[in-house]
């Protein structure tokens, strides 16, 4: 059950209706959030931590956020989905976007450490646009930190996990200028292959400016002007 950006794209298109089924059923969980041992369950279940966490992301602390998500990543590591198998590896990944979203917006290191600890033991198969942003994520906390192996590594990651996207090739072709750790060119037009907007990025990025030579060939290979 993994899914790719362009799965993703093509999703936010389509309007969805609100059903009677949908409606009814909101209703039944309000009346058995009345009952607490029922309450327990509906608010861990994989409704309810999304609920929460989203919430907790719609007031800003996305601290608490971050630690929901992890609650949540930890329950539903080793649990199987009966009614649709494979469904487990979409629900942790997405759960750990939501996690890497929030834990991106504090400064809490020992999160950051947490998330990737679980990250790299996570459901296999490491394929999906969840899983390629968690790990492109991962990249740039490392960057950051000056853990530029591990940068690259990350970003490799979520290249080889979503290769409908573009961001990975690109960032990986940022490294490549700014570390000189090569094969920056051949990064960037692989970006470019997938998504076109990134050539305009390219041209406008002061790192990939100070390379006039590669944007210069770059243009003449993809520029439609």
Known sequence: MTLSSKDIEGNDYKQVKESWFARFFLLIVRLARKVPYLRKKINESEGG????IFRCQADGDHF????????????????KCRLVPGMEHHTWWSFMRHATESAGQTDDDMLKEKLIALAENGIEPFQGIFVAKSFLE??????????????????KIAADADYTWAEPDFLLGWYGLVLSTGNAETYLSQAIEKDERILFRVLNNDICKQYPSIIKRLKEGYSSS
Do not use: C, M, P, V
């Open 49 to 52: 931590l999304s609920g929460a």
């Open 64 to 79: 608490q956020a971050t630690r929901i998500a992890i609650f949540a990543l930890e329950k539903f590591r080793n649990k």
């Open 138 to 155: 991962f990249s740039r906390w490392r960057y950051r930190a000056e853990i530029y192996d591990k940068a690259i590594e990350y970003a």
